[in-house]
């Protein structure tokens, strides 16, 4: 009897200690975002986060930690940046930091308004410029993903002109672009942190701020800000980076998969974006926010004002020029 328990027991630590091993073999990769799994880019990651485990048959596992659980934006990159964390989902303008000419993105009106468009634009020699600039900082590149088209939302007053924004605190990222930006229109730019918004919009320290569509609705401003407009001043977009040195250690196969899973990731968010922009514009419109779309000679309005931010951006550096120019030159070339 003593045998027989003993001999169990043994079977029992020898299966428990497989699984063990087999567990500690899986390859950890970590994933941050600021964003929720209910976003568009938390969608897409638990699609990533499949996917990989399955192109590696259990060999490797995306560990996502979303919702600004390791830290902010910044520290995203900076974690990110030193091996801390393998790969990020992260707001590119929280990257302007880092490199600079990554603030292109955030330039109003220079990408077209309609998505396969822009991602023509943006797909061709800006993302091989971006790519090479982070690669110098320890980044690579996996891919470029949209929030969406940016929209204003506000508390106190729904913005239509100029005239309206002015004087109003609009929160922002860090971004030098974004704050030439809203100096440009006469509205007072504030940094807030993400995950600190919420409340910041709730108890008036800001007045309002931009966002993607997807975004306002994940985060639910519509329950503290009444007032959305439709404004697509801008396409809010995301960068997925990976750690450079990790990224370059990895076996051929296993950078092949992170670099497969990662397409498929920004396809899938490009994806529902474009579907689900005039869904979710429904659904805020039906929860709590009075919705307006600006006319085409309202944005031309803005977009006026708009040109001299164009100018400031290239005066910072080359580099910022040469990058404005080439995205010029790429929609010249498409006929846009």
């Known amino acids: ?29 970590k994933h941050a975002m600021t964003v929720n799994m209910d976003d568009a880019g938390g969608i897409a990651a638990a699609t990533m986060r499949e ?7 259990g060999e490797m596992e995306l560990q996502i930690f979303p919702g600004s659980q390791l830290g902010g934006m910044r520290e995203h990159y900076e974690a990110c940046q030193s091996g801390a964390i393998e790969t990020i989902y992260v707001a590119a303008s929280a990257a302007s930091k880092f490199v600079p000419e990554v603030g292109v993105l955030d330039l ?7 998505y396969d468009k822009a991602w ?3 797909d061709g020699e800006l993302t091989k410029i971006l790519s090479d600039k982070l690669a110098k900082q320890n980044f690579v590149l996996l891919g470029i993903a949209p929030y969406g088209y940016k929209s204003l939302h506000t508390g106190t007053k729904q913005i239509k002109s100029l005239k309206d924004i002015a004087g109003m605190k609009i929160r922002i990222m860090p971004s030098k672009t974004l704050e030439l930006t809203y100096k440009a229109w006469n509205a007072n730019p504030t940094p807030v942190e993400f995950s600190e918004l919420y409340v910041a919009l709730q108890q008036r320290v800001v007045d309002g701020g931009e966002n993607g569509l997807s975004v306002i609705k994940a985060q639910k401003f519509n329950e503290v800000q009444p ?6 001043h801008g396409l809010f977009m995301g960068l997925m980076c990976a750690n450079k040195k990790w990224f370059d250690k990895l076996s051929d196969k296993d950078r092949e998969i992170i670099l497969k899973a990662a397409k498929e990731n920004i396809a899938q968010q490009r994806k529902f974006v474009a579907e689900e922009d005039e869904n979710i514009i429904k659904y805020l419109g039906n929860n ?15 977009e006026k004002a708009s040109q001299p931010v164009y100018k400031a951006f290239s005066d910072i550096s080359p580099e910022n020029k040469r990058t404005l120019d080439a995205v010029i030159k790429t929609k010249k070339d498409l006929g846009y």
């Not at 996917?51 to 048959?57: H, R, W």
């Not at 109003?108 to 309609?114: A, E, G, I």
């Not at 926010?289 to 803005?302: G, I, S």
């Open 227 to 232: 007032y959305l407009t439709v404004s697509k």
């Open 288 to 302: 709590g926010m009075t919705v307006y779309r600006l006319t085409p000679q309202e944005t031309a309005e803005f």
């Open 108 to 114: 109003p009106f220079l990408f077209p308004t309609d």
């Open 1 to 29: 009897m003593k045998k027989a328990l003993g001999l169990a027991v043994l079977v029992m630590v020898c299966v428990m200690a497989a699984a063990g091993i087999s567990e500690a073999a899986a390859k950890k990769v």
């Open 51 to 57: 996917n990989i485990k399955n192109y590696s048959n």
């Open 120 to 122: 023509k634009v943006i």
